[in-house]
């Protein structure tokens, strides 16, 4: 036993520090599994559907982009019996059907529409008893009407040629009761409405809407617009926007009871797939942490007239499938530097450089024709000045080039090097690459340069590998005038 006042050998026992920090470090780990074991217990309440093995191996390549189907359920069964009690044990139709398209940077998302009454070819599917379907021309709503989720999910696939990664779908019940969660949206009428029909009376102007009212809403048809579909539409997607505002700017995410009521609502409210695990949903989560209601695009597809039945439209072309081109080119940006002082951070930021001021020469060492062309004209389209294009000596990785003794050409090589696409078969794509000596000769342009193209010549070489360039927006400047986001006034 040692005396009294004799200082205690160091190590003999835990410094009240150690004891301290342990301690937090034991709470932390209690929290984070009592955080995990209530998600764990949200998640066993989710009603999946499966579907994976429904969908076959012929599907569209993954991008990188997340793509949610969202679906409208008309069921009558259960609690919905309320809105038409006969209609129960008939199954479940659609007049919503969404497309969630999430770039893989996580930093937009567009909502695409497709109206009910879409005319297109819908493939081979079962119906929800398991009879086979033939393959034909049918409203984009029969393909969920006939055979359900997967032959929703199949048709959509087929149309866009993107591949879809999960789904959901909500009832009438369930979208009540995630609005409620809310409590309320705010809405505005540029006229009073008198519906019965889809239960809502309201007069002209501002008002908050939960429960019976906002389905209402977003259901009414014939006294609301002018209309048509086409007019619900863009009223659902005006009204979706004010639901991210209340989720992302309205301080729910940092409310725990507000956060605790909606998550609940909304798992209680949907239907998802099987491969929709709390793994996943967490993963989505932190990928959009911080993401805005301004980042929310709404478009509908393209639509014109179907000329055998004009109370249906079909898909204008050659616009749709520019589109669906757009939705599909919106892949991972890929900056990969060489290294080296030249590729280090220190260089001007890639974004400090507008597109504006880099000049371009496009060289195809492809070995595919016309490539270089086409690259010239997409990346003119988005500012570039390409002052010359031509051919290269074939290569196996696209590259893009720029004189080692220029130290702000690196910058410049990575605003190009920025607009090119990912493909995820192959590991690199736009390759800034320094070279010790001037990397190619300098052409004069064919056009007298502009005062904002004065910078250093930027070489792209397209390689066997070519990813493609990323478009600046997937909604085209010819369908701008039909977006909706959250700049757009909800009174019109």
């Known amino acids: 036993m040692g005396r009294r006042g004799t200082p205690q050998r160091r190590g003999s026992r835990p410094h009240w520090g150690y004891w301290a920090s342990s301690g937090l470090a034991g709470l932390l780990v209690v929290a984070l599994l009592a955080a995990y074991a209530y ?95 033939a393959p034909g021309v049918r409203q984009i709503n029969s393909a969920f009407n006939d055979g359900g989720i997967v032959c929703a999910m199949r048709t959509v696939e087929s149309l866009t040629k993107l591949r879809l990664d999960h789904f959901v779908k909500v009832d009438f019940t369930g979208f009540k009761g995630i609005i409620d969660a809310l409590d309320g949206i705010s809405i505005c009428l540029p006229k009073a409405v008198n519906d019965p029909k889809a239960k809502l009376v309201l007069a002209a102007g501002k008002h908050v809407v939960s429960g019976e ?102 898909l204008t072309q050659p616009a749709a499938d520019d589109f669906f081109t757009r939705l599909r080119s919106d892949v991972e940006v890929t900056r990969i530097a060489a290294p080296g002082p030249s590729a280090s951070a220190s260089a001007t930021p890639q974004a400090q450089i507008p597109n504006g001021k880099v000049r371009i020469q496009v060289l195809n060492g492809s070995g595919k024709p016309r490539l270089a062309k086409q690259a010239a004209d997409e990346l003119a389209a988005q500012g570039f000045v390409v002052d010359e294009t031509g051919n290269a000596p074939t290569t196996a990785v696209t590259e ?93």
């Not at 999430?102 to 008893?129: G, H």
Request: one cysteine or more.
């Open 39 to 133: 998600y764990r217990s949200l998640e066993s309440g989710l009603k999946r559907e499966s579907v994976s093995n429904e969908l076959g191996d012929q599907r569209p390549p993954e991008t990188g982009a997340l793509n949610v189907l969202l679906v409208g359920s008309d069921s009558r069964e259960g609690d919905n019996k309320k809105y038409g009690a006969k209609s129960q044990g008939l199954g479940e139709r659609s007049d919503t059907i969404m497309l969630l398209h999430m770039s893989p940077d996580r930093d937009k998302v567009t909502l695409v529409s497709f109206p009910r009454d879409l005319m297109v070819a819908i493939p081979p599917c079962k119906s929800t008893s398991g009879v086979p379907l």
């Open 213 to 314: 009212q906002a389905l209402g809403y977003v259901r009414a048809r014939y006294s609301m617009g002018d209309g048509s579909d086409l007019s619900r539409i863009k009223r659902q997607q005006i009204f979706l926007t004010q639901v991210m505002k209340k989720v992302t700017d309205g301080g729910m995410l940092t409310d725990p009871g507000k956060l605790n009521k909606f998550l609940k609502a909304a798992v209680a409210a949907v239907t998802v797939d099987d491969q929709l695990s709390l793994n996943r949903i967490l993963e989505i989560a932190r990928s959009v942490q911080g993401m805005t209601a301004a980042q929310l695009k709404g478009i509908t597809v393209p639509v014109e007239a179907y000329p055998a039945d004009h109370n249906r439209v079909q």
């Open 400 to 492: 893009v080039r720029y004189a080692k003794r220029l130290q702000e050409g690196a910058a410049y090589a990575d605003a190009v090097a920025a607009r090119l696409s990912k493909d995820k078969r192959t590991p690199i794509a736009g390759k800034v690459k320094p070279t010790s000596t001037e990397p190619f000769k300098v052409a004069t342009p064919s056009a007298s340069p502009t005062a904002k193209a004065s910078g250093p010549i930027v070489q792209l070489v397209i390689g066997a590998d070519w990813p493609g360039v990323r478009v600046a927006s997937v909604i085209p400047d010819s369908l701008k005038d039909k977006t909706v986001d959250a700049s757009t006034d909800p009174c019109q």
